[in-house]
C-alpha cells in the first residue's frame, strides 16, 4: 500500500510561485513508484500536469512546459512540483498519484494510489 500527503498549496499573485510536496508512506521502496501530478480545477476535467518515472524520466503537460519542474527526494520519500510564473489558469486542486507499473503518463487509470489534494489559488 502506499499512503500520499500533500502539502504546499497557498494562494499568490500571477507570476509568484510555490513548491507542492507530496511525501509517500510506502511498504514498497519508493524508488519503484512512478509517480505524477494532476490537477482538478471546479468544473474541469483532471488534467495530468507533470509525470515522473521511476527511472527518471519526465512528461509534462504543454500548458507547463518552461514553467514546472518535477523531483524528487528519494531519501525522504517526498515527490515535489516546483511552479513557477503562475497564472490565474494554474488555480486548481492539485494530486499526487503512484503506481508500481512504471506509468508517468496522465491516463488516470494507471494510477493506483492517490493524495487528498492540495488548493493552489492563483490571483490576477
Known amino acids: 500500500q502506499v499512503q500520499l500527503v500533500e502539502s504546499g498549496g497557498d494562494s499568490v499573485q500571477a507570476g509568484g510561485s510555490l513548491r507542492l510536496s507530496c511525501t509517500a508512506v510506502?511498504?514498497?521502496?519508493?524508488?519503484?513508484?512512478?509517480m505524477g501530478w494532476f490537477r482538478q480545477a471546479p468544473g474541469k476535467e483532471r488534467e495530468g500536469v507533470a509525470g515522473?518515472?521511476?527511472?527518471?524520466?519526465?512528461k509534462y503537460a504543454d500548458s507547463v512546459k518552461g514553467r514546472f519542474t518535477i523531483s524528487k527526494d528519494v531519501a525522504e520519500n517526498t515527490l515535489y512540483l516546483q511552479m513557477n510564473s503562475l497564472k490565474p489558469e494554474d488555480t486548481a486542486m492539485y494530486c499526487c498519484?503512484?503506481?508500481?507499473?512504471?506509468?508517468?503518463?496522465?491516463?488516470?487509470?494507471?494510477?493506483?494510489?492517490w493524495g487528498q489534494g492540495t488548493q493552489v489559488t492563483v490571483s490576477s
Open positions: 498519484a503512484a503506481n508500481l507499473g512504471g506509468f508517468y503518463g496522465f491516463n488516470t487509470s494507471t494510477y493506483s494510489f
Open positions: 510506502s511498504t514498497h521502496t519508493y524508488s519503484s513508484l512512478s
Open positions: 515522473l518515472g521511476s527511472f527518471g524520466s519526465r
